[in-house]
């Protein structure tokens, strides 16, 4: 059985502030559901909006960029538990928060989140790849591709379909905000870069581009390339 680690966004769980995509997620469900005789799915979720409302609110009283990402941490850890609260007994109990412990999973859902100050969940996708010996994520965003530039403020933005990881690091660079909104952010891209890990970048609001992947066919999407 193949195993994949899937980079939920956390901005397709929790698109705006106080909106939960429960239809999206209903879908999502029954998609891997679908695979489940072919896949073992590792899935770290994202904080989304509901992390970026908090830190946003946060910096109006000047906390730490410590407290900043455990409130990042605890928005990833909410919104995993309500995605597995959706699955039920079918995925593992537990939700996975440090991706370093190597243990013995039956179950072929399992959820991890959010870890500690300094790892994105990027970052514990990687290291959970690791950690599970994966050497492919699959990072579910909100944009169809990876672009050479910001589409959202330059109308000459192009499409990349396949790039290494250093041609990403000349655009996204390579410093850690909390609460920056990356494709995939530089701290798991640095640990996937040294570990020589492929992402897919896919839209996750495209399921049908979803399915594409899991069934090897040509996909809407960027290819990172070790």
Do not use: C
């Amino acid at each position: 059985m193949k195993k994949i680690v899937v980079s939920l966004g956390g901005s397709l769980v929790v698109p705006e502030k106080g909106f939960i995509n429960l239809n999206y997620l209903k879908r999502f469900k029954r998609l891997i559901l679908k695979f489940l005789k072919r896949f073992r799915f590792f899935i770290v979720v994202g904080g989304g909006k509901l992390a970026r409302f908090y830190q946003s609110e946060a910096r109006k009283i000047k906390v730490s960029d410590n407290d900043l990402d455990w409130l990042g941490i605890f928005s990833s850890r909410l919104n995993a538990q309500f995605v597995k609260s959706l699955f039920g007994k079918i995925a593992h109990s537990e939700i996975i928060v440090n991706p370093e412990e190597k243990r013995k999973i039956k179950e072929r859902i399992v959820f991890a989140a959010g870890s500690k100050p300094g790892w994105s969940t990027d970052y514990v996708s990687v290291s959970l790849a690791k950690t599970f010996t994966v050497n492919e994520i699959l990072n579910l965003t909100n944009i169809d591709y990876i672009y050479n530039k910001d589409p959202r403020k330059f109308k000459d933005a192009k499409p990349l379909k396949e790039i290494s990881w250093d041609e990403y690091f000349k655009i996204i660079g390579e410093k850690w905000i909390p609460g920056g909104n990356y494709p995939f952010d530089p701290v798991g891209a640095n640990l996937a870069k040294k570990l020589k890990i492929k992402v897919v970048s896919i839209d996750g609001k495209n399921l049908r581009a979803v399915e594409n992947y899991l069934t090897g066919k040509k996909i809407i999407g960027t290819i990172i390339r070790p």
